[in-house]
């Protein structure tokens, strides 16, 4: 597939608001009042990736993801794949982290991928709005898995 370079529009890129004082930083990571289509989070988990490491490309079937990028350096890629979509075909590549904290959300469908460039391992935030595996994880992994495909059309730079 050729992929054109845009923006999805149902993909919202919000920029971190850092409230600093004498003792460091915080910022809101998600609130109620400002959640993006109604994102309800279901759990919340963190992770560590090491650097030059990707995780990704994969998409979900029924899942929203929300994460949280405020640490390190990445370079976040999506493609909407969605047959329908207004943006269907677009491709978004952008970098996030420490020097540009951002939440980003990503429906069901959305193939998405992030890779650390940082020099250290970076930690990445994310509220996704279904449980990983269902409740008491009985349920199959919602999960479309690109990244082991030699034909794969989700190509990281």
Not at 50 to 60: D, I, M, T
Not at 89 to 115: I, L, S
Not at 129 to 141: F, H, S
């Amino acid at each position: 597939m050729n992929w054109k370079d845009g923006i999805i529009g149902d993909c919202p890129v919000s920029p971190l608001r850092r409230f600093s004082d004498d003792r460091g930083w915080l910022s809101e990571l998600f609130r109620t009042d400002e959640a993006p289509d109604g994102h309800d989070p279901a759990m919340a988990y963190i992770s560590e990736t090491l650097p030059g490491v990707a995780r990704g490309p994969h998409a979900h079937t029924h899942q929203t993801d929300l994460f949280a990028f405020f640490d390190g350096r990445f370079r976040v890629y999506l493609w909407d794949d969605r047959p329908g979509s207004a943006t269907n075909g677009v491709r978004q590549v952008f970098e996030a982290g420490r020097d540009n904290p951002m939440t980003v959300r990503v429906p069901p469908g959305v193939v998405h991928a992030y890779q650390c460039l940082s020099d250290t391992p970076a930690l990445i935030l994310n509220l996704p709005d279904r449980l990983y595996a269902g409740p008491q994880r009985a349920e199959p992994i919602d999960e479309i898995r690109h990244e082991d495909r030699p034909d794969s059309p989700y190509r990281l730079d």
